[in-house]
Structures are given as C-alpha cells and as structure tokens.
C-alpha cells in the first residue's frame, strides 16, 4: 500500500471535537484524619496504596475523584496533585434490579451453594499513589481523604428513583504503604 | 428478528449477561476456601466466543470475525456502530429494541420494551478516561509491565473496562442492560485482544492454578479451556489496514 504524500504543515489526522462536559456531582465524601508515621519520604517507602473497603454499587456507574487534603474539592476542582488530587476510580454501577423478592440482597459473603454470587456485593477499590503521596507528605504527615463522584446518569429505563447524590459509599480507607524489606 | 426464546437470538444471548439470567462476572469474588478468584476475563472470553459462533452460524460464514474497537485511538464510537442509517434502512449496529419483562423485587411487574440508547461522553469522556489511565499508570502499556495475572485484570477492568461502559453511557453503563447495546462487543473485543497480547509477553497460562477449573457458567468450560485462543481457533491481527 502506498503512503499517502502528506504536505507540509497539513494536518492529516482530524481534530478531535472539543468535548463537552455535562457533569454531574453527587456529594463528596470526606474521611476523618488518617496520620502518615514515616520519617524519611524517600527511603521507608518505595510503594504506597489508598485502599477503599466495602465499596458499594449503586444505581448509577460513576468516576470517583480522589483528592487528599482538600475537604472543599468539588467536580470543577483541578485534577492535579497541586489541588491534592490523586487518581480517580471508576464504578460500574449495578443499576436497578429485577427479580423475585430478596433477589438483589445484598449478602456479605458468598452463600453455600450459590454458583452466581451476587454482583451487588461490596468490594475493594485500590489506587497507587507512591508519587501524589510523596509530594503530599511534605506539607502534612496528616490526610482527610475526599471522593467526589463524577455520575453517569443511567438509563432511563430504571424503574425506581434513583439517588444521583448519595453513590460514595464505603467502610473504611487506608494507606498503606510497602517498604523494600518487606 | 429472533425472540429470546429462540436460544441462537441476538435478545437471547445478551439476556445471558445482565438481565434476565446474569450470569456476567466483574469484580472478584472468593472461593470456599477464601481465595480470591478473577473471572472477568475469562467469562468474557467465553462469551465472546459463543457470540462469534452464532454469528458464523446465522450469517453461514466461518471466517466472520468480530471486529474490536481499539478505543484509545479511536475515541469515539466507530462509525459503524454510530451512524443511524446505511443506505436508508436503520443500522442494527447504532440501537437494539430491547423486549422481555420481568420482576422487581418488591414484586412489581416490570415489561421492559424500548430501545437502547447512549450518552456518548455526557460525564467522562475518553480523554479524561486517558488522563486517568496514565495518572494512575494503569494505561494499556503499563498493564503490560505486569506479570501478574490478578493486577492486569483489575487495573485493566476498572479504568478502561469501567470508563468505556460510563463513556457510551445509556445502557451501556449498566451491567444489567448493557450486552443488549451492540457497542458491548467490540469494546469487550478490544479488552480480550489486550489480555491476549498481555498473554504473549507474560504467559497463556499465567493465571492462578485455583481459578483455572473454574467453570464458567452458562458455557460449559473452565477457565483453563478459554486460556489459549490459538486452541480456540482464533487470533488477532497486528495490524489493520482499511
């Protein structure tokens, strides 16, 4: 096949449209203090992990916004580490369930016999942030952890009401950090 | 256009995903001893698999290969599947009317008889989802650093797995729902093609030996069965030139 000739200062490859945001924010969620007990950044950790527990799906699948140190984060804020983000997760959301009654009840572990677990049940959401969390340390060995969902709205064929603002849901969040002896 | 009870339908086999049968596996669950077992690529795989054959059986064609939307260069729906009509007549690849009933469970009768539809980049879009990927180094060439079976999977599902499904929105960003829009497939194409090249560099049978006699249901095979696609007798191209 022969290569198209390109010409000088033409561009070939189109612009991709600019994108238009419709965000929609559902209530950001904020942890109590966790305390960071490093002394040298640098040397007692080569790894560290921000660990959601019990994660919950809900209706609506969303981007969860992680920010460190920023309890007034919104969905405008900046996604960069200046503004103490650090990565977001994104949830598929179960949507509205159909089915016989105690069909979509939520088990916390899985029952004896059931060869389809259910899908609704909680799980772990992990993100690596050895860099963000370096560059953080430095200010505070402090950290409120704040998750502001970015929600897709779903489809409208759910036959409940749905709850666009209460989707960051769960247990328990950790750092944990791994050092090179370990 | 067969019904659903016709077990070779489109309706029918994307039943078997979400609603009415789901069957689907996404995150990982634990076994009876505890461990932890990853089938999301390996129930996927099979279902693509079964997708493909009834495609070669309806359309009396063995060499039909289901195409693969390789959504970090092409970030948008394909046109193939975005364009309403062709020719004047409704494209089968743009929406699916979906039609079955069933019961909530607060006992409501629920007839679900519509189309499906998206919202292509209403809330995140595929650069966002690429900033994400590399912010968080869990974009497709990083994936391929790892050579452990659990962290590719779930790095690989929960950014650009989950993103592409938040991406179309409408009933793709429902698990339920989300088999019956024909956009599923090459984006899951797309997402069993990286773990087949992630599988040349690191190993078809690097994946933890507990999972492997797993069997995936509604297929009938275990995950050890999905593992090698040459034995499944298929590939992907490396290139593409159209």
Redesign the interface.
């Known amino acids: ?1 022969k290569a198209a000739k390109r010409s000088k200062g033409k561009r070939i490859t189109p612009k ?1 449209e600019p ?6 924010q559902g209530k950001c969620v904020t942890s109590g203090k966790l305390s960071l007990n490093i002394k040298d950044l640098e040397k007692d950790f080569y790894r560290a992990d921000l660990e959601f527990y019990d994660v919950e799906k809900g ?5 969860g916004r992680v920010f460190l140190n920023n309890p007034t984060a919104d969905i405008n804020t900046p ?1 960069d580490v200046d503004h103490g983000y650090v ?19 939520v088990h916390a572990q ?1 029952e004896k016999y059931d ?3 259910n ?1 609704l ?1 909680p ?1 772990t ?4 942030i050895t860099d963000q969390l370096k560059k953080l340390a430095k200010k505070s060995k402090e950290f409120t952890i704040t998750v502001c969902p ?11 009401e749905v709850d666009m603002e209460n989707v960051v849901k769960y247990s328990k969040v950790s750092i944990l950090t791994y050092d090179k002896e370990s | 256009m067969m019904s659903r009870i016709d077990n070779r339908s489109f309706q029918y086999i994307a039943s078997q995903h ?3 049968d ?3 596996k ?7 001893l505890g461990r932890i077992i990853h089938l999301f690529l390996g129930w996927h795989r099979a279902y693509l698999i079964k997708f493909e054959r009834l495609l070669q059986m309806a359309s009396n064609d063995a060499t039909l290969g289901l195409p693969w939307w390789t959504w970090r260069s092409t ?2 729906v394909p046109d193939a599947y975005a364009i309403e009509f062709v020719d004047g007549q409704p494209n089968p690849l743009f929406k699916f009317h ?1 039609k079955f009933s ?7 009768e ?1 007839n ?1 008889d ?1 189309d ?2 998206r ?1 292509v ?5 595929i ?2 989802l690429s ?2 990927a590399r ?3 869990r974009d497709v060439p990083d994936l391929y650093n790892t050579n452990d079976f659990r962290q590719f999977s ?1 790095n690989l599902r ?2 650009w ?3 592409i ?2 991406f179309v ?3 793709m ?5 989300a088999a019956y829009d024909p956009i599923f497939y090459p984006h899951h194409c797309n997402i069993d093609r990286i773990w087949a090249i992630w599988q040349v560099q690191h190993g078809v049978d690097n994946i933890p030996n507990h999972i492997k006699d797993i069997i995936l ?1 509604p297929f009938g095979v275990t995950v050890r069965q999905v593992l090698d696609i040459n034995a499944l007798n298929y590939e992907y191209a490396s290139s593409v ?1 159209s």
């Open positions: 096949m991709p994108y238009k945001m419709k965000p929609i209706v609506p699948s969303y981007e996604t990565g977001s997760y994104i949830v598929f959301g179960h949507g509205s369930c159909l089915g016989d009654a105690g069909h979509c009840n899985r060869l389809i677990p899908a049940r799980y959401v992990s993100l690596t970015n929600v897709v709205k779903p489809p409208t064929i759910n036959h409940e | 979400g609603w009415i789901e069957y689907c996404h995150e990982p669950e634990r076994d009876d970030r948008t979906m069933g019961r909530t469970p607060s006992g409501q629920v679900v519509k499906t539809e919202s980049g209403s809330a995140i879009s650069e966002r900033f994400i912010f968080t180094r779930e929960n950014v797995h989950n993103g499904h938040g929105g409408g009933e960003s429902d698990p339920n729902v249901i030139i």
